[in-house]
């Protein structure tokens, strides 16, 4: 059973950078998709951004492309996501999941893994 324990949360101000790490309780495969999901309140979980090094890719929701940034780190077996620009809107509970199987979804149904999650809070 792989845990995912994600850090770096906070609260920043709108147009600040805030910088989410998450590493797994165990060496996760090269093979392994890792995403960041986010769930604000009343509203259903969705994805962020997504990296399969597989097949070196990476996939982001239109919300935060060019502003966010996934990437991983397999030396240390630890997924990034850098977010710049940040936007009131992208206040949230950001969670890291994984899934042992190639193919960058955004569905989270999709993911067997899931960490406990980071709040991050943006005010204007």
């Known amino acids: 059973q792989v845990q995912l324990v994600e850090s770096g949360g906070g609260s920043v101000q709108a147009g600040g950078s805030l910088r989410l790490s998450c590493a797994p309780s165990?060496?996760?495969?090269?093979?392994?998709?890792m995403g960041w999901f986010r769930q604000a309140p009343g509203k259903e979980r969705e994805g962020v951004a997504v990296i399969c090094t597989s097949v070196y890719r990476t996939r982001y929701a239109d919300s935060v492309k060019g502003r966010f940034t996934i990437s991983r780190d397999n030396a240390k077996n630890t997924v990034y996501l850098q977010m710049n620009s940040l936007k009131p809107e992208d206040t949230a509970m950001y969670y890291c999941?994984?899934?042992?199987?190639?193919?960058?979804?955004?569905?989270?149904?999709?993911?067997?893994?899931w960490g406990q999650g980071t709040q991050v809070t943006v005010s204007s």
């Open positions: 999941a994984a899934r042992p199987r190639t193919g960058p979804t955004m569905d989270p149904t999709q993911y067997n893994y």
């Open positions: 165990e060496y996760t495969y090269s093979s392994y998709c």
